[in-house]
Every structure is written in C-alpha cells, then in structure tokens.
C-alpha cells in the first residue's frame, strides 16, 4: 500500500571545542601563531638628531660606484637588493626571500614595482630621522629606482647591518659574547 520508508541515519554532532586526545589539546593555527606573535616584542628605535631636525643620508643618491658589487646586483637583480633591505627594515618580520619575490612580481605583472619600494623608503627615513632628499621618496623610487635601491643599501650597511646574514644574523651578532647572569643574592639569614 504505501512504499516503505527509508530510516534516516543520525547526524553526529559537530564538536565545537578543540579534540582533546589524552590530555593534548589541539590549538588552531591562527591562536598559535597570536601567541607567538605576543611573545615576540619588537622594539622600534627611532633616531633622532640634537637639533631635532632630519638627519642627512651617510651617501648621495648618486654615490652607486661606492659599492661596485652591489650596483651590479641591483641593476640586474633588484628584486635580492630590495629584499634585503625589506628584512632588515621590517626588523625580521618578513624574510629577504618573500619580500624580494614579491616586488619580483609586482615588477613582471605591474611593470613598476616603485609603488611598493617607495613604501621601505619611508620606513626607514621614519626609523633613523631621515632627510627627503632630494624630493619625495615616490618620486625618488619611480625616476631613480636602482639608486634609490642602493642608497638605502649603503645607508643600513653604514649603521652596521651586514646585510647578507639578515636581521636575525645580525641580532645574533650584537648579542654574541652578551650573557645574562642571575643576580647575585647576600649570605642566608643571620641574627
């Protein structure tokens, strides 16, 4: 008489908790990557000059023949000059790999990737109080992009970033021979 009913199979529930196996919780990538990030304390210095007007750059805008091997790299290759500078500028938050790959990118798909360097300039004229010379820092990138490009080079290598090793090398290496001791504590209690 009537066709016979299928039998609805019970739905599981969904958890909405993290699973817990033996007394391990699984923590999502994004929490564990906040906590990370909270533990992580960058400190920002900024440098600023006794009168507390902008501070020259250590080179000219001209001066590229200063360091012949890197004029070479950044007319060939910006994009590995670029990096570097981004690492270091970025305090090691971004790798020299990922932000070189990306103005490589933005050079073939934009055909300009001054939109994007014109931005590092900024941050490190804002972080050691820099002068805006000779004119505006997008206007320096977009008429003079490798020169710029090696200007802020030279001008970190001149602070005393070795700019082959990165911004982890170099924290590295300032703190090396640095060794923290616990402080020292006066003979036990006495009466």
């Given at each position: 008489m009537y066709p016979p009913m299928e039998e609805e199979k019970p739905s599981l529930p969904v958890p909405s908790a993290p699973p817990v196996v033996s007394d391990i919780t699984v923590i999502p990538q994004q929490q564990m990557q906040q906590q990370q990030q909270q533990q992580i304390q960058i400190v920002q210095v900024r440098v600023q000059s006794p009168t507390g007007y902008p501070l020259p750059w250590s080179t000219g805008l001209c001066d590229c023949c200063e360091d012949p091997a890197n004029c070479?790299?950044?007319?060939?290759?910006?994009?590995?000059?670029?990096?570097?500078?981004a690492e270091i500028a970025d305090r090691g938050i971004t790798s020299c790999g990922v932000s070189g790959s990306l103005y490589g990118l933005m050079l073939l798909i934009v055909g300009c990737a001054c939109c994007y360097s014109c931005f590092y300039r900024s941050k490190l004229r804002s972080q050691y109080n820099l002068s805006k010379s000779p004119c505006a820092d997008c206007l320096v990138h977009f008429f003079?992009?490798?020169c710029a490009l090696?200007?802020?080079?030279?001008?970190?290598?001149?602070?005393?970033?070795?700019?082959?090793?990165?911004?982890?090398?170099?924290?590295?290496?300032?703190?090396?021979g640095v060794t923290t001791m616990p402080p020292s504590m006066a003979g036990g209690m006495t009466r």
């Open positions: 070479c790299i950044t007319c060939w290759c910006p994009c590995i000059t670029f990096g570097q500078i003079c992009e490798g090696c200007q802020e080079y030279r001008e970190l290598k001149a602070r005393g970033f070795d700019m082959s090793i990165g911004w982890i090398g170099n924290m590295e290496k300032q703190t090396r």
